[in-house]
């Protein structure tokens, strides 16, 4: 008898991730307990002014996860319906802080459910203890020198310190 090929539950996590953050890691640890692989696809945003390259993104999110050996970390700038086509994945992890994060939320999983009904979107509360966190909030500490060491890894913090002491000196010399 012929054994039946089992088909691997494959679910894609979302994001800028400028930078990752230790919210964006508990979804990301918690997910990936729930899923055969997860594909964690950063968002190439030619409309943003990231921080961090999506290469530089992509490398501190994989330092993050190192860990983690069915999370995979990947890039996208299409509609992400289509990237999920292209990976053969059927669901989206979304990350809920807040109730205006879930207004938002539910509008993007109705438009993606819209454009392919084959798409679901599973929402994740965070840990309340991230429910203040973000990526933005980060930045601008680290830009006015404050300690981010509990918000992120400590090669992000390394990372996000080398970033603005090279802006500073950047502006220095203008």
Sequence with gaps: MKAEAT??????????????????LDIIH???????KLIVAVLNNTSKN???TVEERKQLLREATADQPNVEIDSFRDLLVRYMRSVDARVI????????????????ASTNRHLDDEIETIFMTTNPKFS???SSIVKEIAQFEGKVG??????????LRQRF???????ERR
């Design 7 to 24: 088909l691997q539950r494959i679910a894609v996590y979302p994001g800028s991730f400028d930078p990752v953050t230790l919210g964006h």
């Design 30 to 36: 918690r997910a990936a307990k729930q899923f055969d």
């Design 50 to 52: 990231p921080l961090f």
């Design 93 to 108: 992890v979304r990350g809920i802080r807040s109730v205006t994060d879930f207004e938002y939320e539910l509008q993007l």
């Design 132 to 134: 203040y966190l973000s």
């Design 150 to 159: 509990e918000l992120v890894p400590s090669h992000v913090e390394q990372a």
């Design 165 to 171: 002491r090279e802006r500073n000196q950047a502006g």
